[in-house]
């Protein structure tokens, strides 16, 4: 059994997902083979008919396959859930894809296989976070309100939990065998919220400390140290010039900077 990672769109977002290899299968015409992969994948409760419905798109002759970054994907053999995943919110899938025929390519595949000069899209989609405790940290950012889109384990060496925040196209990554770096060496991974009091209450109504609100008088960005800044959100309450921080149980710093709804 090989272990590997697919990249896939799945329920709005690209995602990397941990996936099983299976035979490849050869097209009669003969050329290369096709990927085959199975994936196991968790999804909460309230995004389980979202998913359903890709899944039927992606199973269907006609229908819209699964797209990645460097394929297209047909679900084949359709798939199995249960309610009883990792957590009674969250559905347990078993997916299989295999890429199709004769896949349509993403853009940014199409661009490099025809040299068009056209620039390709860098999209910032993963950040890995260096922790000590998988549980504990899996416990608080589910506190904090991250989905939780996978959590695989092959062995004792390695696992790896996928958690997106809300509203975020980017998620985290984190686990055991997936960074060298030490747990709680991050600093300063921004969080954009339309109301920055609202964000903090929320936060200490589900068990997360944060520190008081503060601005910046450089009237730029925030300066890493406190001798330009004041309490409280901005006078004028400015776009991007309020900030509060929370850390999670290795250290590893979150900042919450406020973005109001009218000016998004």
């Known amino acids: 059994m090989v272990m590997t990672t697919v990249h896939v769109t799945l329920l709005s977002a690209l995602r990397e997902v941990p996936a099983v290899e299976l035979p490849s299968f050869t097209p009669a015409a003969g050329g290369r083979p096709l990927r085959h992969f199975a994936l196991e994948l968790h999804v909460p409760r309230e995004r389980h008919q979202e998913l359903e419905a890709e899944l039927r798109a992606a199973s269907a002759p006609e229908g819209e396959p699964l797209r990645g970054r460097d394929a297209a994907w047909r679900v084949v053999g359709g798939w199995t859930v249960t309610t009883h995943g990792p957590s009674p919110e969250l559905y347990d899938y078993r997916v299989e894809i295999q890429e199709v025929e004769s896949p349509a390519r993403t853009e940014s595949a199409a661009v490099a296989a025809e040299g068009s000069g056209t620039s390709l899209e860098f999209r910032l989609e993963l950040v890995v976070l260096p922790v000590s405790d998988v549980d504990r940290a899996k416990a608080f950012y589910q506190a904090v309100g991250f989905r939780l889109d ?115």
């Open 150 to 264: 996978g959590d695989h384990t092959s062995d004792e060496s390695y696992r790896v939990v996928h958690m997106t925040p809300p509203g975020s196209p980017c998620s985290i990554l984190f686990g055991t065998g997936v960074t060298t770096a030490q747990p709680g060496t991050v600093r300063g991974l921004h969080l954009v919220v339309t109301d920055i009091e609202r964000a903090c209450l929320q936060l200490r109504e589900r068990g997360v400390k944060t520190g008081e609100i503060f601005h910046d008088t450089c009237d730029m960005f925030h300066r890493c140290t406190d001798e330009t800044r004041r309490s409280g959100p901005h006078p004028q309450r400015l776009k991007y010039r309020s900030y509060a921080t929370f850390n999670d149980p290795d250290g590893n710093e979150w900042v919450l900077q406020e973005v109001p709804a009218e000016t998004q």
